[in-house]
């Protein structure tokens, strides 16, 4: 979905392999997630200590860029109800 709430769809079929065109885009707060879940999990599963903190140190940074996507998105809400 985009800022305004409307399915994304990729379309351009040299921008995207086959299989993804049609399909919806992912949001930048989806992929901050599903990349921050993926850290958590690959620190769970690293072989030594300092690939699983290295795996957490991303698995933070992606945390607070959610945060600040959720805060974004708030703000803008909040913005948006403002308007007559």
């Given at each position: 979905?985009?800022?305004?709430?409307?399915?994304?769809?990729?379309?351009?079929?040299?921008a995207a392999p086959a299989?993804?065109?049609?399909t919806p885009a992912?949001?930048?707060?989806?992929?901050?997630?599903?990349?921050?879940?993926?850290?958590?999990?690959?620190?769970?599963?690293?072989?030594?200590?300092?690939?699983?903190?290295?795996?957490?140190?991303?698995?933070?940074?992606?945390?607070?860029?959610?945060?600040?996507?959720?805060?974004?998105?708030?703000?803008?809400?909040?913005?948006?109800?403002?308007?007559?």
């Amino acid at each position: 979905m985009d800022a305004h709430g409307a399915s994304v769809e990729l379309e351009d079929a040299e921008a995207a392999p086959a299989a993804f065109v049609g399909t919806p885009a992912e949001t930048d707060l989806q992929f901050y997630s599903r990349r921050g879940l993926e850290e958590s999990r690959s620190a769970k599963r690293a072989a030594c200590p300092r690939a699983a903190a290295a795996h957490r140190y991303l698995a933070a940074s992606y945390s607070s860029l959610v945060k600040r996507e959720m805060e974004t998105a708030a703000a803008l809400d909040s913005l948006a109800r403002l308007i007559p």
